[in-house]
């Protein structure tokens, strides 16, 4: 791939006299010159609409031997696995999704990467549960994200845990991962 010149406007006086370099004509270039921000983006929502204000973390594994070891389930590691799956993997971010639910993370770095989404909520899930003190309820969701719901009976509100995994970032474009939590 070619770099771009050290000094852009002795270079494009030659495209049709001289250039009046705007935000336009800048932003062709940054994207000419490979400057394009990429992003893992995305929106988290329920039935009842966007969910604002939830946590966001995204957990790099730089390569394919490090995210086989972060989604191979754990009973099936040794004990040396273990440790190395926690040793490659990188926290590459924390945000929290906006108003309408979004949430976006600049330019990471290409590799395999897993969104972590956490919340607190007065709403409620209508699921059967056996009664006590916590209820759990653990569902395996659409598209690599495992979605759990936890219920407590000694506080109003509920907490709200979803990992989606497998999400392949190689820096040539972006990458949308919206998750429609399911109660």
């Avoid at 070619?2 to 270039?29: V, Y």
């Avoid at 973390?57 to 040794?78: G, H, I, Q, V």
């Avoid at 929290?96 to 899930?125: C, E, I, M, V």
């Amino acid at each position: 791939m070619e770099k771009c010149p050290p000094f852009f406007p002795r270079h494009l006086k030659g495209i049709r006299g001289t250039l009046s370099l705007g935000l336009a004509g800048a932003l062709a270039l940054s994207a000419a010159c490979g400057l394009t921000e990429r992003s893992i983006s995305g929106q988290l929502s329920h039935p009842g609409g966007s969910i604002a204000g939830a946590d966001v973390e995204l957990t790099l594994y730089p390569d394919e031997a490090c995210r086989k070891l972060n989604t191979t389930k754990s009973e099936e590691l040794s004990e040396q696995q273990k440790r190395q799956a926690g040793e490659c993997q990188r926290n590459a971010g924390k945000t929290s999704t906006d108003s309408r639910g979004r949430y976006s993370f600049a330019n990471p770095q290409p590799g395999w990467y897993s969104l972590t989404f956490s919340w607190k909520s007065d709403r409620k899930a209508d699921l059967p549960f056996a009664s006590g003190p916590l209820r759990h309820f653990l569902m395996q969701h659409h598209e690599g994200c495992l979605a759990t719901y936890v219920e407590t009976t000694a506080t109003p509100s509920s907490s709200y845990i979803s990992v989606c995994s497998d999400i392949r970032f190689t820096g040539n474009e972006n990458v949308v991962k919206d998750f429609k939590f399911p109660w």
